[in-house]
């Protein structure tokens, strides 16, 4: 009896350890950063794998993996990647449509709702775009919530993602912002939250997810983005170690 009970946990464990779902796993509430002004910053996160768009378009190389900023990425970008104009709406901030109306955002969606590369201006026809992580941010005062993502880098071929290339840069230029309304993350203007920003608090928020600050911080994630069994989400992935090799930048 003792016996089967214990090789029924075993079984049990051994299931919940092996699950994936492709997807993104919920951010945990643990890591706080810093605080600048109303807006906190915490959950440092790093994609094992960084997640890659395919070349001249905005569709994601590794399908088995959907971070949760995407669907509003998409939004922006990639009208297309929605079944229909309501599944579209959803990923559109409330603000913006009581600003705006609903006309120029049905217009938007009617004219690129058959363009599989989607709209220009971020992707490249000859390279991969790449991101590398995100960041958690609240505002304290009125409890919204963010989520801030580090891009933009190029890379000529998926393997270049750990190495010293010079199209990815250890620092990091770019981030994009998603505000969390509904229970999903919807692409805003990084302006909601940096624009009153001091350079040196800017700066502060970007050198987050540097390379050579990731390698000596003590609270930082690492996201299972390649789905494999009993990950080491405290462990940073190579390319980080990579890139911090790198000494002027």
């Not at 492709?22 to 509430?29: F, H, L, N, Q, R």
């Not at 217009?107 to 995100?134: A, C, I, Q, W």
């Not at 494999?228 to 170690?241: E, G, H, I, R, T």
Request: contains cysteine.
């Amino acid at each position: 009896m003792m016996r089967t009970l214990l090789k029924t946990l075993l079984i049990f464990c051994v299931i919940v350890s092996c699950k994936t779902n492709g997807s993104e796993t919920k951010v945990s509430k643990n890591c706080d950063l810093f605080q600048i002004g109303n807006y906190k910053f915490f959950n440092p996160r790093v994609y094992e794998h960084p997640v890659i768009f395919e070349k001249g378009n905005h569709n994601l190389l590794n399908k088995d993996f959907t971070p949760v900023w995407y669907n509003g990425y998409c939004a922006e970008n990639l009208p297309s990647h929605f079944a229909t104009k309501d599944e579209y709406l959803k990923y559109i901030p409330t603000s913006r449509i009581n600003k705006e109306g609903r006309a120029p955002f049905d217009s938007f969606y009617e004219v690129n709702k058959k363009s599989v590369k989607g709209k220009p201006g971020l992707y490249h026809d000859d390279y991969h775009l790449l991101f590398r992580g995100t960041v958690s941010v609240k505002h304290l005062k009125s409890d919204k919530e963010y989520l801030l993502v580090a891009g933009k880098n190029y890379i000529l071929k998926e393997e270049d993602y750990d190495k010293n290339t010079e199209f990815y840069e250890p620092s990091v230029k770019t981030m994009f912002a998603y505000l969390l309304e509904d229970g999903v993350y919807k692409s805003v203007d990084i302006d909601y939250v940096l624009g009153n920003f001091t350079k040196a608090q800017h700066d502060k928020v970007f050198e987050v997810l540097n390379v050579k600050n990731l390698v000596n911080s003590v609270c930082v994630e690492s996201v299972n983005t390649q789905g494999k069994p009993n990950f080491d989400s405290a462990s940073l992935p190579k390319w980080v170690y990579n890139k911090s090799s790198v000494s002027d930048y």
